[in-house]
């Protein structure tokens, strides 16, 4: 069987974030080239139509996102993850990617993988990123059209294992709705045939860059996604590693993050967001990370450095819920600052529905390893 | 000495990391780590004909037995060749 393996993360890369923040400069950015897209995903945290991104502003030139690239190697970046919308939907994507490689930075490209044929596999082929983060939904036509308002199913396979036989690195993420958490497991597998990395989100955060609403959003329910994440759980990791996940939950042991946030709970912002990494919005307003809109300093006006040391400075002073430093589930909770404002509208207030989904997972954790093992006692 | 693959030098904060360039990620997918004598060599090897040509740059800077640096040059490009660069 095709080894998955579900952190994706070198010890090398672990090292130069944690120098990074320890100095106080980037190691990594974001660039957001653009909010459109040619999917409309009912859960899309940024998504705009062209008539609306007009309307709230211009995208940044191809001169512009490569002046950006070169300051952000001058600040010390190292990894650059171009995304959008659907950047490679930019006309401009390959001469902006090509110009950002030459310069030394290990890009990676998020993409919805509908147009990477043709020309724009050629340049991946020929000029390889360090790795493709692409989405898959389904394992269906007709679950992308209910999901994302497009049958691209075949289409997206297709353009997968041509990557693959390209040699190009591939990632496959699955963000879990009631749309499509019925085709979950059989993504899962079709990674384990493809024998390319694989993670699955079941929590989705409240759309506030796009609705300004906080808390609200295309989701399952708190209880569902955490049915969600322990099946997956359960999927990709084998009895006995559950066991042992079940148990670090029990004990209040963290286990090994497969989220590259690799968020903590209580006081300071802990995770990479404003303190070794950064996000670019398309606009060219700079935030700690993709989900939040603030402080967004614009970059065009005050230079990236500049910009990058007001948001450093910001994230230094946000507190996390003062009454998650003493909850019993926070060994085993995602939560981190940008769900706290997504959720709540501030950093300090502890959003009920991660707190649910945390406390239902150790709860279903719990339940599954009852029965794996009440299963083993039969056997013995 | 002819380099087979292609990244660029990056200086970042002391350290020094080689990054993959062009279609050197199909062979090489991750960056590597060079201490300062490495990253020495590296800038010189596009120049160089030879091996003692490089002891020889270096013992303009270092104080060390030529044995010695002999030693280590012939141990950093070996593991170049290994790595498929050289």
Known sequence: MSEIRTTAEPRLARAIHAKAAHCGYPAAANFELTPRCNFNCKMCYVHLSKEEQERRGRELTAAEWIDLGRQACEAGVVFLLLTGGEPTLRPDFPEIYRALKKIGLMISVNSNGFLLRGELLELFQNDPPYRINLSLYGVSNETYADLCGIPAYDRIVENIHALRQAGVDVKLNMSLTDANRKDMQAVYETAVKLGVHTQAASYMFPPVRVTGEFGKGFRMSAEEAAQCEISYNRLRMDDEQFLRYAKNLEEGIPNESTDDCEGQVGSEMRCRAGRSSFWLSWDGKLSPCGMLPEPGVNVLETGLQAAWEQVRDRVREIRLPAKCTTCPYRHGCHVCAAMCYCETGSYDTAPDYVCRLTRHSFLLAAEEAAKIGGSHEEKA | ?86
Do not use: C, H
Not at chain 2, 2 to 27: H, M, N, Q, S
Not at chain 2, 62 to 76: H, I, N, P, S, T
């Open chain 2, 1 to 86: 000495m002819k380099k087979k693959l292609d990244f660029v030098l990056r200086e970042i904060a002391g350290d020094l990391l080689l990054v993959p360039t062009g279609k050197t990620a199909l062979d090489l997918n991750g960056m590597l780590t060079l201490n300062e004598v490495g990253g020495e060599i590296w800038k010189m090897l596009d120049e160089v004909e030879s091996e003692e040509e490089i002891v020889d740059r270096l013992l303009e800077d270092y104080d060390v037995e030529r044995a010695v640096l002999q030693g280590d040059v012939r141990e950093f490009l070996d593991k170049l060749r290994e790595l498929g660069i050289l």
